[in-house]
């Protein structure tokens, strides 16, 4: 089993990923939540995946051509995004519709990366077999259940604005975790591969 995953992220602007890393530093503060607050503020394009043996270089030439002619687009957090395991902020839609720039932009990640997922990657029923929603994370895996909705309620005052802001830079990164087959989210660390801006 490799202690390794692979991921593609949006990186938000300066002032929206200031204001979710306040909110993760406070939600641990004052209810103990750690779980999100590994992970550098992002919003999810390509979720985790484990990787055939191929060499990281193949990924990015692929991701290389994917972001080559891509353009920025916009993207809004249009409300909270709330699953059994965590809520955050919801980008799925864009003055009232799907956003389909987001979407589609995602397809194309997925595309260019699927030849390197792993037959047995342990992510793929969670990220390619339920329908897509971005969203950036503000707290998940360590809610107690009893808090759930008094957290939730303790975070709205603190959202950002519905303000769209513009999708321009994203991360390729690598995840190391010991028990990937457990609570991978307690040991969880990253580091970054590449970084791509688009104009």
Request: proline share 7%; with cysteine; glycine share 6%.
């Amino acid at each position: 089993m490799s202690s390794y995953r692979y991921a593609v992220y949006l990186i938000p602007p300066y002032a929206v990923s200031r204001q979710v890393a306040e909110i993760h530093r406070l939600l641990q503060k004052q209810f103990g939540l750690k779980a999100a607050s590994r992970f550098q503020v992002h919003a999810t394009i390509k979720g985790f995946f484990k990787k055939t043996p191929d060499p990281i270089d193949a990924i990015l030439l692929r991701l290389d051509a994917c972001f080559a002619d891509q353009a920025p687009f916009l993207v809004a957090a249009e409300g909270i995004r709330r699953d059994e395991i965590g809520f955050g902020l919801d980008l799925g839609l864009l003055h009232g519709e799907i956003n389909q720039p987001l979407n589609d932009f995602r397809e194309r990640v997925v595309d260019a990366v699927r030849p390197f997922i792993a037959p047995d990657c342990d992510f793929a029923a969670t990220d390619l077999g339920v329908p897509f929603r971005g969203h950036i994370t503000l707290a998940f895996r360590d809610i107690p259940p009893d808090a759930y909705d008094q957290i939730v309620a303790w975070v709205e005052d603190a959202l950002p604005g519905p303000e769209p802001f513009l999708a321009s830079t994203f991360h390729f990164l690598e995840f190391h975790s010991n028990q990937w087959e457990g609570a991978w989210w307690e040991d969880l660390t990253w580091r970054l591969i590449k970084s791509w801006r688009l104009t």
